[in-house]
T-cell receptor, first 110, second 116 residues
């Protein structure tokens, strides 16, 4: 089968660091997306990993290991506005199949 | 960066009417577009994959006669909710695949459908 697993909820403290994990099992793989979505709004792009390793963009970093079917999103210096759902999406194969995780609802507390 | 335009952003309609939602890629050609629905506090649910010039591929459990998808050009896909009922009330979002950039997938701003 094809599936993506990520925790459904996480809580972290303002100013701290949080890591959101995502594991996937898919028949094809072109890349892995991370999106942020606030309630009632469309998702916004955070990162797209194609190759193994860590990519850093300001406070957000994303890591990919294709051999392990594993990715994580790292958020540093958490702010209250980072409270949102974080979606892990696998884009794979010649059929352009898009596989979603369930999303991780992150609550940042003072 | 690339932009996907979706409208209307909000629509209220009576039960039994049909509603059309448009999704346009503004500065790139999108051979593939995706349609999703989202209920409050839940993740996106992929409804169908729309490929330009061919029939859409629907996910299991999504009625193709209920949710008509047309992708007649490289920049426009439409979703028509036919004979809408209150249970169809949801947030509908489209996204378009841009194979020319690393950012790849762009989302529309969503359409909040309320069926009375």
């Amino acid at each position: 089968g094809q599936n993506i697993d990520q925790p459904t909820e996480m809580t972290a403290t303002e100013g701290a660091i949080v890591q959101i994990n995502c594991t996937y099992q898919t028949s094809g793989f072109n890349g892995l997306f991370w999106y942020q979505q606030h309630a009632g709004e469309a998702p916004t792009f955070l990162s797209y990993n194609v190759l193994d390793g860590l990519e850093e963009k300001g406070r957000f970093s994303s890591f990919l290991s294709r051999s392990k079917g594993y990715s994580y999103l790292l958020l540093k210096e958490l702010q209250m506005k980072d409270s949102a759902s974080y979606l892990c999406l696998n884009y794979g194969g010649a059929t352009n199949k898009l596989i979603f995780g369930t999303g991780t609802l992150l609550a940042v507390q003072p | 960066g690339a932009v996907v335009s979706q409208h209307p952003s909000r629509v209220i309609c009576k039960s039994g009417t049909s509603v059309k939602i448009e999704c346009r890629s503004l500065d790139f050609q999108a051979t593939t577009m995706f349609w999703y629905r989202q209920f409050p506090k839940q993740s996106l649910m992929l409804m169908a994959t729309s490929n330009e010039g061919s029939k859409a591929t629907y996910e299991q459990g999504v009625e193709k006669d209920k949710f008509l998808i047309n992708h007649a050009s490289l920049t426009l896909s439409t979703l028509t909710v036919t004979s809408a009922h209150p249970e169809d009330s949801s947030f509908y979002i489209c996204s378009a695949l841009d194979t020319s950039t690393n950012e790849k997938l762009f989302f529309g701003s969503g359409t909040q459908l309320s069926v009375l």
